[in-house]
């Protein structure tokens, strides 16, 4: 089967970091991708990882362990703005196409 | 270049009707995913299209179907509605260049079904 887990929400301040933990369990594996969307719009694209690691850029990274079948989405200096739903997806290797596999999301709340 | 373009952007049916969504991808895009989200399930995959043909179909009954144009324009229908098929219908685009054929998202239509 397929399954992809992550924390419903989470809630931080402005300033600090806050780490989104994923964790999948799919048909194949050929790339994992975080996606921000933002109440009442289309998600958009964040991060991609397929190799083993971290992909940093700006105040967003990702990593990867594809033996533990875990990822984590770091944002850093955090601002209000960051409030919204963050999704992990995998792309599931038994398959052709772009078709994605997603989490939940995980809805972060910023206060100031 | 524009964005992805669904149409229209909310739509209101009754149990048993027919609706025919349409998305229109970035230019030069070739590949269609349609994907449904619900508050309970999140997103799910529908079903995508390439170069006129279905590539790959998620875990859906038969009423939900949907084709491509040659321009790349897509539609998807959903007959006989039902209550559980309210949702924000969402379209996304890939040129399927580079490594990682990242999608892109339109802004969905939202379909309310009573």
């Known amino acids: 089967g397929q399954n992809i887990d992550q924390p419903t929400e989470m809630t931080a301040t402005e300033g600090a970091i806050v780490q989104i933990n994923c964790t999948y369990q799919t048909s194949g594996f050929n790339g994992l991708f975080w996606y921000q969307q933002h109440a009442g719009e289309a998600p958009t694209f964040l991060s991609y990882n397929v190799l083993d690691g971290l992909e940093e850029k700006g105040r967003f990274s990702s990593f990867l362990s594809r033996s533990k079948g875990y990822s984590y989405l770091l944002l850093k200096e955090l601002q209000m703005k960051d409030s919204a739903s963050y999704l992990c997806a995998v792309r599931p290797s038994n398959q052709a196409g772009t078709a994605l596999i997603f989490g939940k999301g995980t809805t972060l709340s910023v206060s100031s | 270049k524009a964005g992805v373009t669904q149409t229209p952007r909310y739509l209101i049916k009754t149990r048993g009707q027919q609706v025919t969504l349409s998305c229109s991808p970035i230019?030069?895009?070739?590949?269609v995913s349609w994907y449904q989200q619900t508050p309970g399930q999140g997103l799910q995959f529908l079903f995508e299209?390439?170069?006129?043909?279905?590539?790959n179909k998620g875990n859906f009954p038969g009423r939900f179907s949907g084709r491509q144009f040659s321009n790349s324009r897509s539609e998807m229908n959903v007959s006989t509605l039902e209550l559980g098929d309210s949702a924000l219908y969402l379209c996304?685009?890939?040129?399927?260049?580079?490594?990682?054929?990242?999608?892109?998202f339109g802004p969905g239509t939202r379909l309310t079904v009573t």
């Open positions: 299209y390439f170069s006129e043909t279905q590539r």
């Open positions: 230019s030069g895009h070739r590949s």
């Open positions: 996304a685009s890939s040129d399927q260049a580079g490594r990682s054929y990242e999608q892109y």
